[in-house]
């Protein structure tokens, strides 16, 4: 006898598809709140925060003081996020990457990668769609509050089919926009579900799909892109709920930390008697006085309350949780607060060695990701090249990727030795020197004959202008003015600098 009869399976099968699309909604919820709290579109969950926590009354007069100008969660992502803060550098073992670098520049897939990698922070993961739209390979980025993956059954890390929701292009008299479904899978199918998930348009089937490499198998055009490598599914719904509650918390704090302010600034009028007449439009004639009488068993007195409340300290309790929060995510206070010229370059790479450590974890599976971009638009763009005339991207060669080293300001001056003395031992090219102080100029060859050019230009005009140089130190502070006589004792014998003698009018010149 069978264990489960059809019904009871079916049966199973639905309570355990329900339990998971619940599941998965809630997933999406949180992090479209994340999304709308890293936009500084946050107040509805504020005001969700403070109807929990204060009465009907006190939420009442809480409900316009909300105060999202602490926004640390987008503070904290933006720091973290450095996998992109220094421009990569794209290498192909075999053949040449023109073609790949003229999709990246017009798709601007640069600036994308750079939010990729913060939303990837944000929300854990962040997808990117390989497109083909008017006649021209494009990058759409795909957050985790709209999609979801059927996972693997093998490896649940992994998706065999993703979809993700966008608003229908149907006519409606609906104040909601309907929604339909881009779905894909590993199988070479790609259509349009509609709102109920039904089909309703077919794009591609397995056989005239564009999604497939030289060798036949099959793809998905979506690359995604995780926080940290996943365990045990595919996306992360833990990670990242302490910045996310902190600066909520922080929030239902300053709007809490405003209302006293107002109360503070006030004083209270109170009145006691047995008749009380306050006048029309007291509220916009303060000059107008209130009159009270007193009846037979007291007498009337006014007076006022004085609401006073610890600011001060409020304030270094908002401050100390702050601090808390971010250096839980390696960022040092001082890094908030602190200029330029506050701090060595040496000195902030020690105090944001954290930052580098994160970002260090992140390069390998960032570099994992770029070839599997680069392999999928590869693969798109040879199997459009000879409908839309497009160039071949070389099949053989295998990318490679350079994030580069990140610097740290330091003073003008003591960077500029730093780099010349580079320069001299080798370190760096002339090209890469100029490339320091003008980085638009992106080609080598070209930036090597810029500063050629700059130094051929000086000497003509030094052969020009025997006083140049003396001429731009006097501009300049740095020396004395030009055809100035050189003093022979600048300083007397203490060490106190020789004023220079006055001229006499009344002496005959020689």
């Known amino acids: 006898?069978?264990?489960?009869?059809?019904?009871?399976?079916?049966?199973?099968?639905?309570?355990?598809?329900?339990?998971?699309?619940?599941?998965?909604?809630?997933?999406?919820?949180?992090?479209?709140?994340?999304?709308?709290?890293?936009?500084?579109?946050?107040?509805?969950?504020?005001?969700?925060?403070?109807?929990?926590?204060?009465?009907?009354?006190?939420?009442?007069?809480?409900?316009?003081?909300?105060?999202?100008?602490?926004?640390?969660?987008?503070?904290?992502?933006?720091?973290?996020?450095?996998?992109?803060?220094?421009?990569?550098?794209?290498?192909?073992?075999?053949?040449?990457?023109?073609?790949?670098?003229?999709?990246?520049?017009?798709?601007?897939?640069?600036?994308?990668?750079?939010?990729?990698?913060?939303?990837?922070?944000?929300?854990?993961?962040?997808?990117?769609?390989?497109?083909?739209?008017?006649?021209?390979?494009?990058?759409?980025?795909?957050?985790?509050?709209?999609?979801?993956?059927?996972?693997?059954?093998?490896?649940?890390?992994?998706?065999?089919?993703?979809?993700?929701?966008?608003?229908?292009?149907?006519?409606?008299?609906?104040?909601?926009?309907?929604?339909?479904?881009?779905?894909?899978?590993?199988?070479?199918?790609?259509?349009?579900?509609?709102?109920?998930?039904?089909?309703?348009?077919?794009l591609y089937t397995p056989a005239d799909t564009p999604f497939r490499y030289k060798n036949g198998e099959f793809f998905i055009?979506?690359?995604?892109?995780?926080?940290?490598?996943?365990?045990?599914?595919?996306?992360?719904?833990?990670?990242?709920?302490?910045?996310?509650?902190?600066?909520?918390?922080?929030?239902?704090?300053?709007?809490?930390?405003?209302?006293?302010?107002?109360?503070?600034?006030?004083?209270?009028?109170?009145?006691?008697?047995?008749?009380?007449?306050?006048?029309?439009?007291?509220v916009l004639d303060p000059t107008t006085a209130i009159q009270a009488r007193h009846g037979k068993d007291g007498t009337a007195s006014m007076g006022t309350l004085d609401i006073q409340a610890n600011l001060l300290q409020l304030r270094d309790a908002l401050t100390y949780q702050i601090n808390s929060v971010v250096q839980n995510y390696g960022i040092s206070p001082d890094a908030w607060t602190l200029s330029f010229g506050d701090i060595s370059g040496r000195a902030l790479k020690i105090r944001n060695q954290a930052l580098l450590e994160q970002r260090e974890d992140q390069l390998p599976m960032f570099r994992a990701y770029e070839d599997e971009l680069f392999r999928k638009v590869r693969a798109i763009n040879n199997n459009f090249a000879k409908a839309m005339k497009w160039d071949l991207i070389p099949e053989e060669g295998e990318l490679e990727v350079d994030f580069g080293e990140i610097g740290f300001p330091e003073d003008p001056q003591v960077e500029f030795d730093m780099l010349k003395q580079k320069m001299q031992a080798g370190v760096i090219s002339l090209a890469n020197f100029y490339q320091a102080f003008n980085p638009d100029v992106a080609n080598e060859k070209k930036a090597e004959q810029a500063i050629i050019d700059n130094l051929n230009k000086l000497a003509e005009l030094r052969q020009a202008n025997p006083n140049l140089d003396d001429a731009l130190n006097a501009i300049m502070g740095g020396g004395k003015k030009a055809g100035a006589p050189e003093d022979e004792e600048d300083v007397d014998e203490e060490g106190n600098p020789i004023p220079p003698k006055k001229a006499n009018p009344f002496e005959k010149k020689k």
Not at 131 to 137: E, H, L, Q, S, T
Not at 176 to 184: A, D, S, T
Not at 238 to 256: E, N, P
Request: hydrophobic fraction near 40%; glycine fraction near 4%.
């Open 221 to 282: 055009p979506l690359v995604t892109f995780h926080r940290t490598d996943p365990d045990d599914e595919f996306f992360d719904g833990d990670s990242g709920r302490d910045l996310y509650s902190a600066s909520v918390a922080i929030g239902c704090k300053m709007t809490l930390f405003d209302y006293l302010f107002k109360t503070s600034s006030h004083k209270q009028i109170y009145i006691i008697g047995s008749e009380v007449t306050i006048p029309n439009n007291q």
């Open 1 to 202: 006898m069978p264990l489960f009869n059809s019904q009871a399976e079916q049966a199973v099968r639905n309570s355990v598809l329900m339990a998971k699309w619940t599941a998965d909604t809630d997933r999406r919820e949180e992090a479209e709140n994340r999304l709308s709290l890293y936009k500084d579109d946050y107040e509805e969950i504020i005001r969700a925060a403070l109807k929990e926590q204060y009465h009907p009354d006190n939420y009442s007069r809480l409900y316009f003081h909300v105060n999202g100008s602490q926004n640390i969660l987008k503070r904290v992502i933006n720091d973290i996020s450095m996998v992109y803060k220094v421009e990569a550098t794209r290498t192909l073992t075999k053949g040449k990457l023109d073609r790949y670098d003229a999709i990246r520049k017009s798709a601007l897939l640069d600036v994308k990668l750079k939010k990729v990698n913060r939303f990837s922070n944000l929300q854990n993961e962040c997808l990117l769609k390989v497109a083909v739209r008017g006649g021209k390979i494009a990058f759409d980025i795909i957050t985790p509050n709209i999609c979801g993956v059927i996972q693997n059954d093998e490896d649940p890390t992994q998706a065999d089919a993703i979809w993700y929701a966008v608003p229908a292009l149907a006519d409606t008299t609906s104040w909601v926009q309907p929604l339909e479904y881009y779905y894909y899978d590993v199988l070479g199918r790609a259509v349009i579900l509609d709102d109920r998930f039904m089909v309703k348009e077919v």
